[in-house]
Nanobody, 124 residues
Framework: QVQLVESGGGLVQAGDSLRLSCTAS????????WGWFRQSPGKDREFVAT????????SFADSVKGRFSISRDDAKNAAYLQMNSLTSEDTAVYFC?????????????????WGQGTQVTVST
C-alpha cells in the first residue's frame, strides 16, 4: 500500500520561508513524477508545482514562480517544496501527490497517490 506523508507545515510570518517534505512508502518513486497542490478555505484545490522523474523538468503556478522551488531525493523516496517570501495568499493546506509516470503534470486527475495535507498559515 502506497502512502504519502507531508511534513513541515506551520505558522510563519509574511516574508518568511518554509520547506515542506513529502515521503512515500510502499513502492519506489524514482520513476514517478511528483506534484504539490494547495487548497485555501472556500477555494478549490489548485496546482502549485511539479517535477518530473529524475528532476529533469519542473513547472510552477504563476502565483509562486520565482518564490517556490521543488526538488526530489530518490534515495529517500521524497519530494520537497521550498517556499520563500511567503505572503498571506499562500495560506492553505498543501498536498503532495505522486503520478505513475516519468512526465510531470499540472492536472490533479493525473495523480494516483495523495498525502493527507499539511497546513501552512502565513500571518501578516
Amino acid at each position: 500500500q502506497v502512502q504519502l506523508v507531508e511534513s513541515g507545515g506551520g505558522l510563519v510570518q509574511a516574508g518568511d520561508s518554509l520547506r515542506l517534505s513529502c515521503t512515500a512508502s510502499g513502492r519506489p518513486f524514482n520513476n514517478y513524477s511528483w506534484g504539490w497542490f494547495r487548497q485555501s478555505p472556500g477555494k478549490d484545490r489548485e496546482f502549485v508545482a511539479t517535477i518530473s522523474a529524475r528532476g529533469v523538468y519542473t513547472s510552477f503556478a504563476d502565483s509562486v514562480k520565482g518564490r517556490f522551488s521543488i526538488s526530489r531525493d530518490d534515495a529517500k523516496n521524497a519530494a520537497y517544496l521550498q517556499m520563500n517570501s511567503l505572503t498571506s495568499e499562500d495560506t492553505a493546506v498543501y498536498f503532495c501527490a505522486g503520478r505513475v509516470s516519468t512526465m510531470m503534470s499540472t492536472f490533479q486527475s493525473n495523480y494516483a497517490y495523495w498525502g493527507q495535507g499539511t497546513q501552512v498559515t502565513v500571518s501578516t
